[in-house]
């Protein structure tokens, strides 16, 4: 009981802030159908910059500052460099943005160094926030959890209720129309591709110090959540949501759970050659399986469900 | 025309090693072959079907596996079988192109990429957690030298060994070319400019997709396997994404829209980052930098550079002033950044 409900805590703070980084891309994609390759090197620069503000001005004025500067990065990034390239298509959108995360991580190491950072969790934030029989849940993963919800709370108000998100969502549709109203489309993209990136930099300031502030880290956040993306359907944030949330619980118990198909097997009474070919394959333990299992489940996706589990569009 | 290219083409790669003898320069040059195999290949993908893959190194790191593993098994065979060794790797690699092409091809564009991405983490993981298979960290070594000389072959030196890449890589680049020229090349180019119209007139731009997709991992599988004889090592991270990246910004630096392209960009990568990185920690930088400003600025890659300064007819002073001025622009801000980059490098260091 105990172990079911920290884990299922622990997986849902991690799936939430999953959704958070998914959020972003989702909407940059399902709005100007630019699958931004550079997301996950936009949540590193948000933990570095994070870092660097929170040494000077403390931990809350960066968690108002690193995702504005993340924002306005990406604003510059779609000003100078995607609005050239749409011209030439989809792949060298992807092209472009592929890039780019190739050299934001270089330029990350040139100015930061390649050692992990000291970015520490706020004082405020340092502590339990509740102990359920003898395990503790730390402070910050609820602020984490908290923030993830809010979020989602007000990127959905703000699409589906005020004005701005019914002229973003008419500017998707019908662009001429809207330009013909006197608005601006191409500011308007910019702005959304801003948002995006802002999402992924307040996900790095909050992911940054629950994890580990380094240069891998775009790295290996990276391939997840286009696992995500693709297994929650592309373009769809409901999926999305579903997706993170499912793949982070999948992996936490997985990670916590020590079982191997050969020790299963010896359980019924069945002993292996371990000199057999296929015996470390068998002898591999959930535990172990846990970093794989996300793409794992999207080549299963994949196979059964090709639009993802609520796809709108290929 | 195209005869004499071909012929040009075969005498270069004769005459290579006696103009660069060094044996830095052989290695070189070796290591330039196979990944001109691997860009080719890749390009059947990216330039030709218009399928942004990232599961390339997949295809050729697990034929160099199976190769090593041949080659460690025919210890005591003869010299004519490692001449072979690559069409193994090249069957691996189909055999792995016709697995991951089922999954990655049921969609198109970029959720096509983000799937083979997805991929390339599941097959470097997997082959961490395996180590009795892929030889974990290290990796799995091998020897070459398969048996006793055969008429004074034995690819222990480093020159058999490129002129066995040589000749698999004029072999390859021929049939790759003939491929273009083929049916299957033209519908290939056709699904990869307008897939409704290609479905229209009936054909399938799933199966050509997949088709082609087995095919470039056929030829990516012998690249592979080249890799593998070269440098008698397989390791994981022939697998990993980084491996794949570096195949991609090499192809599309060269240049995709011209078949030539990309044995160009396997030259200038290949070059670019073995001498780079004696001078410089930043090389990796500089790839990405040059990577970004041609995709922004010239989308036909280095290739595409050459062509329209080929097929200008006359140089007239009104085309070669503003061009002069522009390349002397553009060397002073690459020469600035540059020199801003080493600064900051020198600073980081010295922390």
């Known amino acids: 009981m105990e172990f079911t409900f920290i884990t299922l805590l622990n997986g849902l703070s991690y799936g939430l802030l999953l959704f958070l980084l998914s959020s972003g891309l989702t909407l940059i994609f399902s709005m100007l159908g630019v699958l931004n390759f550079a997301h996950a090197s936009f949540y590193m620069l948000g933990a570095y910059f994070a870092y660097a503000i929170s040494v000077k001005l403390g931990f809350w004025p960066a968690l108002l500052l690193a995702p504005l500067l993340v924002a306005l990065l990406g604003a510059l990034v779609e000003r100078f460099g995607l609005r050239h390239v749409r011209r030439h298509g989809q792949v060298a959108e992807l092209l472009f943005t592929f890039g780019l995360s190739y050299v934001i991580v270089e330029l990350v190491q040139l100015a930061w160094g390649k050692s992990a950072l000291p970015y520490a969790i706020p004082k405020q934030l340092d502590g339990p926030l509740f102990t359920f029989y003898s395990t503790t849940f730390p402070i910050c993963r609820g602020f984490m959890m908290l923030l993830a919800l809010l979020v989602l709370l007000a990127a959905s108000w703000l699409l589906k209720r005020s004005r701005t998100g019914l002229l973003i969502q008419a500017a998707l549709t019908h662009p001429q129309m809207v330009e013909a109203l006197g608005h601006n489309v191409p500011r308007i993209f910019t702005l959304v591709f801003a948002a995006g990136c802002g999402l992924a930099g307040l996900a790095g300031v909050v992911g940054g110090n629950a994890f580990v502030t380094e240069p891998g880290m775009a790295a290996g956040v990276g391939s997840i959540i286009f696992v995500v993306v693709v297994v929650g359907g592309l373009g769809s944030l409901r999926g999305a949501f579903l997706a993170s949330l499912l793949i982070a619980i999948l992996q936490t118990y997985a990670v916590a759970l020590d079982v191997s198909l050969a020790g299963g097997l010896a359980h019924w009474g069945v002993v292996l050659d371990p000199d057999a070919a296929v015996y470390p394959l068998l002898q591999l333990t959930l535990a172990q399986l846990a970093p794989v299992l996300p793409y794992l489940l999207l080549v299963l996706v994949m196979l059964l469900r090709p639009r993802g589990l609520s796809g709108v569009r290929d | ?351």
């Open chain 2, 1 to 351: 025309m195209r005869k004499w290219i071909w012929l040009v083409f075969g005498l270069a790669l004769l005459a290579a090693p006696w103009v660069f003898p060094q044996s830095a320069a052989l290695s070189l040059l070796s290591q330039c072959g196979s990944m001109m195999i691997l860009a080719l290949s890749f390009n059947m993908l990216l330039g030709q079907t218009g399928m942004l893959s990232f599961g390339h190194a997949v295809c050729a790191g697990l034929a160099a596996f199976a190769a090593v593993h041949v080659m460690n098994r025919w210890a005591g065979g003869s010299p004519a079988a490692l001449a072979l060794v690559p069409l193994v790797g090249g069957c691996a690699g189909l055999l792995c192109g016709a697995v991951l092409g089922f999954i990655t091809t049921r969609k198109s564009g970029t959720a096509l990429s983000m799937i083979s991405l997805a991929l390339v983490e599941l097959a470097a993981a997997g082959a961490l957690m395996l180590p009795a298979w892929f030889g974990g960290e290290s990796g799995i070594s091998t020897d070459r030298v398969l048996g006793a000389p055969l008429f004074g072959i034995d690819f222990a030196s480093q020159l058999q060994v490129y002129y066995l890449i040589a000749v698999w890589l004029f072999v390859c680049a021929a049939v790759m070319y003939g491929l273009t020229r083929t049916p299957l090349g033209r519908i290939a180019n056709a699904v990869r400019d307008n897939p409704e119209r290609a479905a229209f007139i009936g054909h399938d731009p799933r199966r050509v997709r997949y088709l082609m997709f087995m095919l470039s991992a056929f030829f990516a599988g012998i690249g592979g396997a080249l890799t593998a004889i070269n440098f008698e090592i397989a390791s994981a991270e022939n697998l990993g994404l980084l491996r794949s990246a570096q195949i991609l910004l090499f192809t599309f630096i060269g240049g995709t829209g011209y078949f030539f392209g990309p044995m160009i960009g396997a030259l200038v990568g290949v070059l670019f980052s073995a001498l780079l990185s004696t001078y410089t920690r930043g090389w990796q930088l500089y790839l990405g930098l040059l990577f970004v400003i041609v995709v922004l600025f010239a989308p036909g890659g280095i290739a595409g550079v050459l062509v329209r300064l080929a097929s200008v007819r006359r140089l007239t002073l009104s085309f070669l002033l503003p061009f002069l001025l522009r390349s002397a622009g553009l060397l002073l801000l690459a020469g600035g950044s540059v020199f801003l980059i080493e600064m900051l490098y020198r600073r980081t260091a010295g922390l």
